[in-house]
């Protein structure tokens, strides 16, 4: 759909990479990991999420996660959050050159509210564009893993790098039950998450040179290595260049 048109890496010094999943799938553990591991081979590792990220943005994944609400008020809810993370975290840390790690980002709105609720993509795409879109004038395209995409939109501050962690809907609800009381989006039924999978499936579809699906039913040292063998392959790439960034 044009709501996952391919997108372009995000225009700092710094690395951008988002971890993408079910509830149950896994990456918050492997996230933690990988911070750990990048401070060991010298690197500047930000550990973030979304929802949230700031105190204000915080404040909103409360109210987002145990209030009920309409799929447009969670949209809105997720965007105003995400662009006061951009504003105040994620750009001024990738200008830092710091190596972003991200819980989640917008491949999660479109997966949750987007497939997982039925809204109107084409909103979502709208909201993406206001949030994240560079400073006007700003028309180079940097190349990231796979090339540069075909999308004609505004140049959008997007990770260089999504790991999906994909597993079946059945085998992410034991775990979460197994793990922890349920939110009120966790508390939804089997069908809402593998329409939220399958739209994930169709972002990783539709933006190939960014996703890297991992197979996270495998043994946990096995989903490891497909962590460490993606992100070393971003790290051996050169740095996009940085462009302005209209929330700077």
């Known amino acids: 759909m044009s709501a996952t048109a391919a997108t372009h890496p995000a225009p700092a010094a710094g690395r951008f990479i988002s971890f993408e999943g079910i509830d149950g799938a896994g990456k918050s553990s492997h996230i933690t990991a990988l911070a750990d591991w990048l401070r060991s081979q010298g690197r500047q590792p930000l550990l973030t999420r979304e929802p949230g990220g700031t105190p204000l943005a915080e404040r909103l994944r409360e109210l987002f996660l145990q209030q009920e609400m309409d799929p447009l008020t969670e949209a809105l809810l997720v965007f105003a959050g995400r662009r006061d993370h951009l504003r105040c975290v994620i750009a001024p840390a990738l200008a830092a050159g710091a190596v972003v790690l991200c819980d989640r980002f ?33 028309l180079a395209l940097p190349v990231g893993p796979g090339g540069v995409g075909t ?3 505004p140049h959008l501050l997007q990770p260089e790098l999504t790991l999906w962690f994909d597993l079946p809907a059945p085998v992410a609800a034991a775990r979460r039950a197994a793990d922890r009381a349920a939110d009120r989006l ?11 999978r399958a739209g994930y499936a169709e972002r990783a579809a539709a ?34 260049p940085a462009v302005p960034w209209a929330g700077r």
């Open 207 to 240: 933006a190939p040179q960014r996703f890297v699906r991992i197979e996270a039913d495998l043994p946990r040292e096995a989903v490891w290595l497909q962590v460490c063998q993606a992100v070393q392959r971003l790290l051996l790439q050169a740095a996009p």
């Open 151 to 153: 999308d004609a939109r």
């Open 106 to 138: 917008t491949d999660a709105t479109f997966a949750y509210q987007g497939a997982g609720r039925g809204f109107d993509p084409a909103v979502l795409t709208q909201l993406e564009c206001w949030v994240q879109q560079a400073a006007p004038g700003a």
């Open 186 to 196: 966790e508390r939804e039924d089997q069908a809402f998450f593998e329409r939220v």
